[in-house]
Nanobody, 122 residues
Framework: VKLEESGGGLVQPGDSLRLSCAAS??????MGWFRQAPGKEREFVAV????????DYGDSVRGRFTVSRDDAKNTVYLQMDNLKPDDTAVYYC??????????????????WGQGTQVTVSS
């Protein structure tokens, strides 16, 4: 499975960005977004499961970020609003393991994209 993120960039605080993750195939029923800032561990951002119709978000982004999926395009999106400097990181999309329906743990995601940089700065 190949995952390719796009949509990152440099924005100012309060701006919005939409990240996209195109999958070559979907061998699972949930996908997630994680991010990693310099010197920090990779952290959970959002997950979407289309088998159990559920989404979840990390505490630091809940209410500002929205995850969604386009079935026809095998693409998952992360709409990021009211961006803050603390949101600066490399953002990765990941495909969940095929025998699970939902998870927010890094170890339950088996395929990862190469990442896209998001920088929020004035």
């Amino acid at each position: 499975v190949k995952l390719e993120e796009s949509g990152g960039g440099l924005v100012q605080p309060g701006d919005s960005l939409r990240l996209s993750c195109a999958a070559s195939e979907l061998s699972s029923t949930f996908m997630g977004w994680f991010r990693q800032a310099p010197g920090k561990e990779r952290e959970f951002v959002a997950v979407i499961s289309w088998s159990v119709r559920r989404t979840d978000y990390g505490d630091s982004v809940r209410g500002r970020f929205t995850v969604s999926r386009d079935d026809a395009k095998n693409t998952v999106y992360l709409q990021m609003d009211n961006l803050k400097p603390d949101d600066t990181a490399v953002y990765y999309c990941a495909l969940g393991r095929s025998d699970f329906y939902f998870s927010i743990r890094k170890q339950d995601f088996t395929s990862w994209g190469q990442g896209t940089q998001v920088t929020v700065s004035s």
